[in-house]
């Protein structure tokens, strides 16, 4: 075949040859040297170029749908434009390539060599560029949604953050330092993918499969990561300062170090992630999975935590102060020494079976707690709210709890059970324990000076040596009560029922005992109220 005075077939030489728009749809042209000849607007359709020499030809504009460039020569020529559609481009060399605006779509471009090449606006949607070399390459507004980059190297890619990666396969691509800021990479799979260092500022990530994929140093700064898989990922010294990764699956990733600091975690699986040396002030992690992670002194100072599951996770000498806990499951989970001051803690879940030796628990939010059986021994509990902020009636379940020497001032108990709860010695002055279920509980000398104990139960309550100075216990029920020693100086008994109680040795001066029923009550001076 002749076509503008050239002879067509394989092997020719047509190097510079001038073939502006000639008709070589399904041409044999495998092995042809055109290197530098002019091919705009040229029909190619379906043409076999195996193996051809194209360097520095320009092709702008040309039909190559379909065609066979297998291992084809391409370097640094002008493909602007042209139609590559389903085009067999496997193993070509692309580098240097213009193929701006170009059409790729579902093209072969296995194992390509398309470094450097300006593909800013192409189209290569479902193209196939696994283990392809897009080292340098200008990327910018490129279409690659559903493209297969397994394997691909994407190093040091151009203007790649405007590039729409949606639903692209990029298992094992290499992308590190690659800048990816604002990306579009929703549904994406980057299994595997190494994207150490790399810039993914405001990407967009929701549901994208990162497991096991690299993102050390990685800044993620604004990322949107809502419902992704980095399940195994390492994210060590990661940049995810308010970072969306709600309902994330991060289990078993590696958090070293990384800056997590007002990141939204409401719903993600956190189990047996590395969080060592992270930062994760004003972070939300709201029903999110912490079993068994290890948050030993972190910040979480006003964090929200509430509904997440912290079942044996370790946050010894960690900051809770004013954090949100309510509704946390918090069985077997280690809070020695932990800070819990102000923070919220109502209807926390098996908190009874958690560590709390030592924790700071003023001014905590309690209502509603479980903590029967806990041993609470000498914690500091001064304010704590085990009633509620919004004035609920049900108070906490304390029954049977160790309390000894515990720092209860001021605390609100109104309406708690505390049936044979151990409370010697704890300084319970000013506490409000309106209505409270004390029967049987041990109160040896605890301090209950200005304590509000109206209509209290504290049916054969042990009160032996305890303060009462100027308590309120209107109404209170004290049958079979001891109070040997005890101090009601100034105390408010109108109406209480003390029949049967034990007042050997109690001192009562001031005490208003109007109305008060002493049938059987062992008198100060040792005598037996009729």
């Known amino acids: 075949m002749v076509v503008n005075g050239y002879k067509i077939e394989p092997l020719a030489n047509l190097s510079g040859a001038d073939l502006r728009d000639a008709d070589l749809a399904g041409a044999d042209l495998a092995g042809a040297n055109l290197a530098g000849a002019n091919l ?35 370097r640094d020529a002008d493909l602007r434009y042209a139609d590559l559609r389903e085009a067999n481009l496997a193993g070509a060399n692309l580098s240097g390539a213009n193929l701006t605006g170009a059409n790729l779509w579902c093209a072969n471009l296995t194992g390509a060599n398309l470094s450097g090449a300006k593909l800013s606006g192409a189209k290569l949607s479902y193209a196939n560029l696994s283990n392809a070399n897009l080292t340098g390459a200008h990327l910018r507004d490129a279409d690659l949604r559903d493209a297969d ?5 994407l190093s040091q890619a151009i203007e790649l953050s405007g590039a729409h990666l949606e639903g692209a396969n990029l298992t094992g691509a290499n992308l590190e330092g690659a800048n990816l800021s604002g990306a579009k990479l929703t549904n994406a799979n980057l299994e595997r993918a190494s994207l150490r260092g790399a810039n993914l500022e405001c990407a967009k990530l929701m549901n994208a499969n990162l497991e096991r994929a690299s993102l050390r140093g990685a800044n993620l700064w604004r990322a949107d990561l809502w419902g992704a898989n980095l399940a195994g990922a390492n994210l060590s010294d990661a940049r995810l300062k308010v970072a969306s990764l709600s309902g994330a ?9 990384a800056n997590l600091s007002g990141a939204d975690l409401t719903g993600a699986d956190l189990t047996g992630a590395n969080l060592s040396g992270a930062n994760l002030t004003g972070v939300y992690l709201s029903g ?26 370790n946050l010894e000498r960690a900051n809770l102060m004013n954090a949100n806990l309510s509704c946390t499951r918090l069985m077997g989970a280690n809070l020695t020494d932990a800070r819990l001051k102000g923070a919220n803690l109502s209807q926390a879940i098996e908190l009874s079976g958690a560590n709390l030796t030592n924790a700071d628990l003023s001014d905590a939010n309690l209502w509603g707690v479980y903590l029967a059986g806990a041993d609470l021994a000498g914690m500091n509990l001064e304010g704590a709210n085990f009633l509620g902020r919004t004035g609920r009636s049900r108070g906490a379940d304390l029954s049977g709890v160790n309390l000894t020497y515990a720092n209860l001032t001021w ?4 309406d708690s059970n505390l049936t044979n709860a151990n409370l010697t010695g704890a300084d319970l002055v000013g506490a409000n ?44 029920e004290l049958v079979g009560a001891n109070l040997w020693d005890a101090k009601l ?3 408010n008994l109108t109406g209480a029922k003390l029949s049967n109680a034990n007042l050997t040795g109690a001192e009562l001066e001031g005490a208003n005992l109007s109305g008060a029923n002493l049938t059987g009550a062992t008198l100060p001076d040792g005598s037996i109220h009729d």
């Open 288 to 313: 999110a999975h912490l079993t068994g992670v290890n948050l030993t002194s972190k910040n979480l100072e006003g964090v929200d935590l509430s509904g997440a599951n912290l079942t044996n996770a």
């Open 411 to 414: 605390a609100i108990l109104r």
């Open 433 to 476: 324990l309106w209505d409270a279920k004390l029967t049987g509980a041990n109160l040896t000398g605890a301090k209950l000076s200005n304590a509000n104990l109206t209509g209290a139960e504290l049916e054969g309550a042990n009160l032996s040596g305890a303060n009462l100075t100027n308590a309120n216990l209107t109404g209170a």
């Open 40 to 74: 705009t607007g040229a029909d190619l359709t379906g043409a076999d170029l195996r193996g051809a020499k194209l360097s520095d030809a320009n092709l702008t504009g040309a039909n190559l749908a379909g065609a066979n460039l297998k291992e084809a020569n391409l």
């Open 489 to 491: 100086t100034g105390a």
């Open 249 to 257: 699956d991060l289990r078993d990733a590696d958090l070293a170090g």
């Open 149 to 153: 980059l397994t394997g691909a190297n």
